[in-house]
């Protein structure tokens, strides 16, 4: 068996795996009778060793992340080897697990295969009276012996001949989950993620900067992979506060005090739509609303909100209960509603005139901007990355920017 050097221990998997079967934190430490910081600390520890975020939450309920679930199998036979271990010819479900570390267990189980402390010592790279406490230790904190100490060398007692292969498939298991969060920190550690809200169109002004971005690192950065991923402007919160995103580029004119950032740009929004509509409507905007259905972003982007703050200045309660209100996270299907099926929405001026057969525009007046923001944590490296992306974006997306598209210095 190939020797490992574990940094877990029993009771550690043992609570993980409790609260993502009781999908919370105060449910696992209310079943284990553990203090409930304990059992916070345990998970925690777990998500450092594994570099890997096991649980989110969506308003107030407990979510396992997808990494939590794919390794559940994992911790499922985890803790069912912590129980035989501790439970030797019992089926008796035991909660107060001790916290007994997989180098413990790796150790005996070279001492058992050596027949021998000092050989074990020396294949483990430790002291030979530094083994035989640690041994004693282990005997301890299972409450039964493991080994039969003698002239001749070192044998097994029957419990310590069952606790071989549990030691094993324990040992297995974490080589596993520390082995694939491993190949993933490391991938992880080389590549910066950017989460962005979703461009207009491939002319529009977040997709010119996010690929001038892009060239521009690969060519400064060649060895530090970017990885660009589009959504709306409260998951890519969510996601900057899990570490999901190291800097994410948001269409709202302000982000949560917690991070740190700065204000790109600003640029007129227009009403849009088929330039037949507005030539039978004329000046008639609120007539235009409540004619036509409205194709928008869903609440969670910055450019839903600035739909609603115009709708809710422009009409009454009673004309917006009658409107017909269209959501599509999707700003391509959005602008293919405008262009083909005679809906209206509210758009970016610029990055909409940029689209081929661009769509009739009306602009909303000085109070209805796009505002975009990039924010980054609170902490240098991040600062760092945050304040070289902002340059290599600002740098080459001014040149084609209209008189009202106003980038901030």
């Given at each position: ?54 649980v989110r939450r969506e308003g107030g309920n407990f979510v396992p992340t997808l990494e939590a679930q794919s390794r559940m199998a994992d911790l499922a036979a985890a803790n069912r080897a912590i129980q035989l271990l501790l ?63 003698s002239p001749s060398g070192i044998a097994c007692t029957q419990e310590g001949l069952a606790a071989i292969p549990i030691a094993e498939s324990l040992l297995d298991i974490w080589q596993r989950l520390s082995r694939a969060s ?165 758009l970016p001026e610029s990055s909409a005139a940029r689209v081929r057969n661009a769509p009739a525009m009306r602009r909303l007046g000085p109070g209805y901007m796009q505002s975009l923001c990039l924010a980054w944590q609170k ?31």
């Open positions: 068996m190939e020797h490992i050097k574990p940094t877990m221990d029993i009771a550690t998997l043992s609570i993980v795996h409790a609260i993502l079967e009781e999908r919370g934190i105060r449910r696992a430490a209310k079943a284990g009778n553990r203090p409930v910081a304990s059992v916070s600390a345990a998970l925690k520890r777990f998500e450092a060793a594994i570099a890997v975020p096991l439970s030797p010819g019992s089926a008796t479900q035991l909660y107060i697990v001790p916290s007994i570390s997989l180098t413990a267990l790796d150790r005996f189980v070279t001492v058992a295969r050596s027949g021998s402390i000092r050989g074990a010592a020396r294949t483990a790279g430790t002291g030979q009276p530094q083994l035989t406490r640690q041994m004693a230790d282990l005997e301890r904190n299972l409450g039964y012996g493991l080994l039969i100490r491993g190949d993933r920190f490391r991938r992880a550690a080389a590549t910066w993620r950017l989460g962005s809200v979703m461009p207009l169109g491939p002319e529009s002004e977040i997709a010119r900067m996010l690929a001038a971005l892009t060239a521009e690192w690969h060519r400064a950065r060649p060895r530090q992979p970017l990885f660009i991923s589009s959504t709306t402007a409260d998951e890519l919160i969510a996601g900057l506060k899990n570490r999901r995103f190291d800097v994410v580029l948001l269409d709202l004119e302000t982000f949560p005090a917690e991070f740190e950032g700065r204000l790109i740009s600003r640029a007129p929004l227009a009403l849009t739509g088929h330039a037949s509509l507005f030539a039978a409507h004329g000046e008639d905007i609120r007539g235009l609303l409540q004619a036509r259905p409205i194709a928008v972003p869903s609440l969670k982007s910055g450019l839903r909100q600035q739909a609603e703050q115009f709708i809710s200045e422009t009409l009454g309660e009673q004309d917006r209960n009658r409107l017909t209100v269209t959501e599509v996270d999707s700003i391509p299907v959005i602008l293919n509603l405008v262009m083909n099926h005679g809906y209206l929405s509210i902490n240098a490296l991040s600062r760092q990355v945050g304040e070289a992306m902002l340059a290599m974006m600002l740098a080459t997306s001014i040149e084609s920017k209209s008189p009202d598209h106003a980038a901030i210095p």
